[in-house]
């Protein structure tokens, strides 16, 4: 079964740090390109950074860029989310997502989704 | 950015009945949008592809259709499963940019 799960979020202090992890099984990990999207809760869907199969190359959205830095281990199947400098309006459920053989293409295969909550 | 715009944001119709979402895209994206359906607590599902395109496994009453700029989703035949939000998106160009979803209830 494709599966993607993440893991690592939780309760965290404005300003601090917080990596989360997704373990992806069922599909040659290697083979595909991975995004992160969050979402607020009751709110929509909003993209935040992707990453080509091999790693080489990541894309971030403005309002993450500079603090979060995305990157994966093929050898694990597990991708991340390296997240610093948290403020509180990074708070939200985090979904990894399975893309396509490039970057841009459709997102087939989402995890349950992790919450990050950045509150004092 | 490209941005999408997604109309109605809810609707409640009657089992059996057609709905049709539409989502402008502010500049053209060829057919590279797809269509996500997402139950509360869950996490969103690809339904549709490259515009028209069905997921494997996901019930023929969904359909999508456009290119360009203006796009369109439907369900053929309301079924009570089928209540959820529904996001559209483009992957024409980075950053990935999302509707603002529609929210399908039961009349």
């Known amino acids: 079964e494709v599966q993607l799960l993440e893991s690592g979020g939780g309760l965290v202090q404005p300003g601090g740090s917080l990596r989360l992890s997704c373990t992806a099984s069922g599909f040659t990990f290697s083979n595909y390109a991975m995004t992160w999207v969050r979402q607020v809760p009751g709110k929509g869907l909003e993209w935040v950074s992707s990453i080509t199969s091999s790693g080489a190359s990541t894309d971030y959205a403005d309002s993450v860029k500079g603090r979060f830095a995305m990157s994966r281990d093929n050898s694990k199947n597990t991708l991340y989310q390296e997240m610093n400098n948290l403020r509180a309006e990074d708070t939200a459920v985090y979904y990894c997502a399975k893309v396509g053989a490039t970057i841009l293409d459709a997102l087939d295969i989402w995890g349950q989704g992790t919450m990050v909550t950045v509150s004092s | 950015d490209i941005q999408m715009t997604q109309s109605p944001s809810s609707l409640s119709a009657s089992v059996g009945d057609r709905v049709t979402i539409t989502c402008q895209a502010s500049?053209?994206?060829?057919?590279?949008l797809s269509w996500y359906q997402q139950k509360p607590g869950k996490a969103p599902k690809l339904l549709i592809y490259d515009a028209s395109n069905l997921q494997t496994g996901v019930p023929s009453r969904f359909g999508g259709s456009g290119s360009g700029t203006d796009f369109t989703f439907s369900i053929s035949s309301l079924q009570p499963e089928d209540i959820a939000t529904y996001y559209c998106?483009?992957?024409?160009?980075?950053?990935?940019?999302f509707g603002g979803g529609t929210k399908v209830e039961i009349k």
């Open positions: 500049h053209d994206i060829s057919k590279y």
């Open positions: 998106q483009q992957y024409d160009n980075l950053p990935l940019t």
